[in-house]
């Protein structure tokens, strides 16, 4: 066989594969940039039941006072967080941890800030059942959707041969959140479709800075390794973070890496939502954090000037999807 009909073969395998892939899920991602979008053989991504879990989600029927929904913390506008520094459930009580983004969730290997559930379907039944958030259940959730003048039909519809229960109420609002994607930003222009243009030169110069000091874990197209890390925070953390699934104080204070996707929109900042503005965060990492045993090596002082600072600030704001709102 002569080289180009090596190359020929090699070309068909790969658009054998592709094609493989696209008709695997069926649903389309922002762009070439993103991975195919993982999706469950028992829960695919039909229309009918992405439409059922969007109107689950926004539906405080869902609390126990049917007083709020998913909704209430995760708002569309602000790329699916609440704009508080910590949630507020059922009769005005509060949570402990900041409301963090949906979009791109699906991507997620895991959830929650100590990555204590691996699987979508059931991650719903942690707010659903924490009485800081929903204090209810899928028992009593289920009797009253059945009873509801609307839902069984769209359960019927967007699932044929089952019914109004646990595991389809689950998987509807897991669909559904697995729609939620972005990936429309100017940084999108330029780091996948090589637009340089889009970014001011203060923003290609944050640029510069965000590759040397933050990639290392802000990576990807999701703009998180998702790995748990001790960014120096505190020197002493209230919250156990990882600890709290792997009971090692080495992990205390480690925490899921966010996606920085949209941060612009996402105030406040960090898992209790202590710090208000993104120029805090970056005097934060600016300085090295504060001294704790599980900081990352990698975070160190970064003696930024006052532009660098701009620059890299200016350059956070490209990250925001410019189809939200
Ligand atoms: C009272 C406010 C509140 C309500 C109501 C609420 N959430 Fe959340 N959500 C949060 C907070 C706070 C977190 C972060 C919790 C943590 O990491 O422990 C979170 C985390 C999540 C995560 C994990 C994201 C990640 O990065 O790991 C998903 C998915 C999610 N919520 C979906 C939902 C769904 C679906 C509902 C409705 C069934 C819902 N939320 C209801 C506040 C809320
Ligand atoms: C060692 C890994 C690591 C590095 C390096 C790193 N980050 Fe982070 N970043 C994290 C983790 C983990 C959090 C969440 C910490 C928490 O909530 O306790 C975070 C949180 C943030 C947040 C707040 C996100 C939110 O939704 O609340 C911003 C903004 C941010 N980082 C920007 C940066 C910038 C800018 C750099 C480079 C100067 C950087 N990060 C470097 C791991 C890292």
Redesign the pocket.
Known sequence: MNVAAVVLVFLMLISQCKMEEEKSTGFPVPHHGFAELPVPDDNPMRPEAIALGRK??FDPL??RDSS???G???FPEKAFT?GRS?????KGRK?T??????YN?AY?P??????GNPV?ET??L???E?P???DFNMVELTRRLEKHPEYPSLFAEAFPDRTVEPYTISRA??AY?RSLLSGNSDFDQFYFFGDSSVLSKEQLRGWQIFKTSCTHCHSSFTLSHFKFENIGLYEHYEDYGRMRVTRDTADWGKV?T?TLRNIALTAPYM?DGSMHSLREVIEHYNQGGKDHPNKSPLIQPLNLSDTDKDALEAFLHALTDVSIN
């Open positions: 689950l989600f869902l609390s709020i929904s998913c209430s913390c995760h609440d910590v949630s507020i459930g059922v949570g941890r900041n409301a963090p983004t949906l969730v997620h895991y959830f929650f800030l100590e990555g979508l991650q719903m942690g707010p659903l924490t800081e958030e929903m609002i897991a959140e899921k966010p898992h």
